[in-house]
């Protein structure tokens, strides 16, 4: 790639393009959490004035349930002192500086997560433009990679700081460009396996990397006077090995604690959440999820040694839950289970640091089971993710399936809901755990465009048991999370209701397959459905009313523009909760 083709997505065209989708999601979700407060005109539109009261910000939109902005895009326009100005994301955020809460140390931060947001859009824009019809029909990964939008509460949704634009394209799960994963071998003394039950590390590993590339790399450490019975192989994200491995564990490879083994053979695409890669050479065989050091979305994004111990015990307990609830397999419900995990022990940065420390979070490694080898004739796979998915002409994914299937809307999202609401209802109800159920965590199984069940992966590190009496076994106690009585409800009313049915519910109605009365309906039918099943648990409905007239209105991006760079301690995840107001609950009375 030359100098020039590198920055070739960056038009004056696609850059003002870009810079319109940002600020219409800017105004939209900040006013959504009260950050802005657009006031209505004459003209039935709305205007948002900036800190210094002299720039308005002008446009039209349709307010919808739960509080949610839908702002038309082409409307937006600037002013200041009665001249018409640009639209530029990174002037919105400085002109409303104070009321976005942004701190002098950490706007300039917040402004280069922007400027890779918008870069990233750019690029975006250069692709093909796919039509949801036909990326209903198109592959699992074609629609892993065809994502436009990322997390959609977010705004600066796309940081990726420490990618550089030749790093982008290579690993963006965007670009879909094939990566093939470094190998590490690490001494056993600073490194520990684990697997669920019945795996063992060494037919595990030459499973994964077959037999030649297992003998390759034991002749490797063989040439340098190793014993491959001393070494543990980890897989490692290659900007990983490039930018950190080889500079801030230099002291590791000198000492041949850390010996590097070579690119394996497969090839990989990595997912939608960045440093998760899926297998194409062998779709069978296990997703490899990667430490990675780079800042995206109020995260570093590595992974801890320490939790990757814990994590096959933890994937093993909660797959034997579902197994032996009748209420869970009936819908269907299956995880894909996190079936190893190597971490690696760095003991000096670990004397040096807290256990939330990066430095404790840049070479570890997981293998999550692939569903690819559970589907049934005909059936595909798609991520949630996609359901809101909007293609150039504004068409969505989720109306394009609804097509496809031939059922009424209603019906669509009714198979819909059962596969994938009703057991968060009932894992909430039956046993006080609570999953991250947002798009890009949940994988949806089809045929012809119908949802037939839910896939929940991520498991080890998202879901939590809320009950303190809870009995669990010594390996899986890390997930217990003491959760105020008054907020264990926001796991379904802000992760599913407000930060995914909010969209998809808007989408639908704007493309008039569904109105916004149909889709809450359909929601408070399939709940009391629910309810109506397992009577036994009628006092914990009484006790956490999904139908209560209105909930907190807890907001991420404040959690993100308070602190860019750990936006929730992970272990209490109650205590950094942003609630400003309450929203009205769409289902209440229904």
Not at 66 to 78: C, E, F, G, N, T
Not at 130 to 152: D, N, S, W
Not at 546 to 557: I, Q
């Amino acid at each position: 790639m030359s100098l020039a083709d590198s920055v070739a997505h960056l038009s004056p065209e696609r850059w003002a393009e870009a810079n319109r989708r940002l600020v219409r999601k800017a105004l939209a979700e900040f006013a959504h959490e009260r950050l802005i407060t657009p006031e209505a005109t004459a003209d039935g539109g709305f205007e948002v004035r900036g800190d210094d009261g002299q720039t308005v910000y002008r446009f039209t939109a349709v307010r919808r349930a739960l509080d949610h902005w839908q702002v038309d895009a082409a409307s937006i326009s600037r002013h200041r002192d009665g001249a018409d100005l640009p639209l530029a994301a990174l002037d919105f955020f400085v002109e409303f500086q104070k009321s976005l809460g942004l701190s002098d140390a950490i706007l300039p931060v917040y402004l280069e997560e922007v400027s890779s947001t918008l870069s990233g859009i750019c690029y975006k824009l250069t692709k093909p433009q796919v039509p949801a019809a036909e990326l209903a029909r198109a592959g699992f990964q074609a629609i892993e990679t065809g994502m436009t939008e990322g997390h959609p509460c977010f705004v600066a949704n796309n940081g990726r700081l420490g990618f550089g634009i030749h790093e982008y394209l290579a690993y963006a799960p965007e670009a879909a460009s094939p990566v093939r994963l470094v190998w590490l071998a690490a001494h056993r003394s600073r490194a520990a396996f684990t697997a669920g039950v019945g795996i063992d590390y060494e037919s595990f590993v030459r499973a994964e990397l077959g037999e030649q590339t297992v003998e390759r790399f034991h002749g490797v450490l063989r040439e340098q006077g190793l014993d491959p019975a001393d070494y543990l192989f980890i897989p490692v994200h290659p900007w990983q090995w490039w930018n950190k491995l080889t500079v801030t564990f230099a002291a590791e490879v000198a000492r041949k604690h850390l010996v590097c083994l070579g690119e394996g053979d497969d090839e990989y695409l990595a997912q939608q959440s960045i440093r998760t890669f899926f297998n194409t050479s062998a779709p069978e065989k296990h997703y490899v999820k990667t430490a990675l050091s780079v800042l995206n979305m109020g995260f570093m994004r590595g992974l801890s040694a320490a939790y990757m111990e814990a994590t096959p015990a933890i994937n093993d307990w909660l797959a034997q839950l579902i197994d032996n609830d009748p209420v869970l397999r009936g819908t269907g419900l299956t995880i894909i289970r996190e079936r190893a995990a190597v971490g690696y022990r760095h003991l000096e940065y670990e004397a040096a640091t807290d256990r939330y420390s990066p430095y404790r979070k840049m070479l570890a490694a997981l293998w999550r089971e692939s569903p690819v080898s559970s589907l049934r004739e005909g059936e595909t796979l798609a991520t949630m993710a996609s359901l809101v998915h909007q293609d150039h002409e504004g068409a969505s994914f989720a109306a394009a399936l609804i097509e496809r299937s031939g059922l009424t809307a209603t019906e669509w999202l009714r198979r819909y809901l059962r596969a994938y609401f009703t057991p968060l209802l009932h894992s909430f109800y039956a046993y006080d755990l609570v999953f991250m159920p947002h798009g890009e965590n949940v994988i949806l199984v089809l045929k012809d465009g119908v949802v037939q069940r839910a896939v929940y992966k991520d498991i080890a590190e998202e879901i939590a048991v809320m009950d303190p009496e809870a009995v669990l076994p010594p390996a899986v106690e890390r997930i217990r999370v003491d959760v105020p009585e008054d907020t264990k409800l926001l796991s379904i009313f802000t992760d599913v209701f407000d930060c995914f049915f909010r969209f998809l519910a808007a989408n639908l109605a704007e493309e008039g397959v569904l109105t916004e009365d149909e889709f809450w309906g359909t929601v408070a039918e399939v709940t009391r459905a629910y309810q109506a099943s397992v009577p036994e648990l009628a006092e914990k409905f009484r006790q956490y009313d999904m139908f209560a007239p209105e909930f907190a209105l807890s907001c991420l991006n404040r959690l993100q523009l308070r602190n860019n760079q750990q936006m929730v301690d992970l272990t209490d995840p109650a205590g950094a909760l942003q609630l400003i107001g309450t929203l009205k609950n769409p289902i209440a009375g229904r």
